[in-house]
């Protein structure tokens, strides 16, 4: 099994980032996908997650407006689009698949800084 996160990196407070992670090894679209993140100094925390044939999103209240999550089964990769994203967005993104009989697999994370 293996997440690979790419897409993150430094962008301006109002600025925009696409996370992409693309997973391999199991069966993606009986998965329930989601980001996580974690700051500095914090626990980590879901930001949102999107369930089998993107039935059904969930968003983080903070997140809610300014991030979308999205799926492409076809290519085994969930997205999340982030907008206006603001300094306290600052953390490591996550990517979890939690598959069909309930195993999490993680992938490695990928650096989102927001910063003037």
């Known amino acids: 099994v293996q997440l690979v996160e790419s897409g993150g990196g430094v962008v301006q407070p109002g600025g925009s980032l696409r996370l992409s992670c693309a997973a391999s090894g199991f069966t993606f679209s009986s998965a329930v996908m989601s980001w996580y993140r974690q700051a500095p100094g914090k626990e980590r925390e879901l930001v949102t997650t999107?369930?089998?044939?993107?039935?059904?999103?969930y968003y983080e209240d903070s997140v809610k407006g300014r991030f979308t999550i999205s799926r492409d089964d076809a290519k085994n990769t969930v997205y999340l689009q982030m907008n206006s994203l603001k300094p306290e967005d600052t953390a490591v993104y996550y990517c979890?698949?939690?598959?069909?009989?309930?195993?999490?697999?993680w992938g490695q994370g990928t650096q989102v800084t927001v910063s003037s």
């Open positions: 979890k698949a939690r598959s069909y009989v309930g195993y999490d697999y």
């Open positions: 999107i369930t089998r044939a993107s039935f059904t999103r």
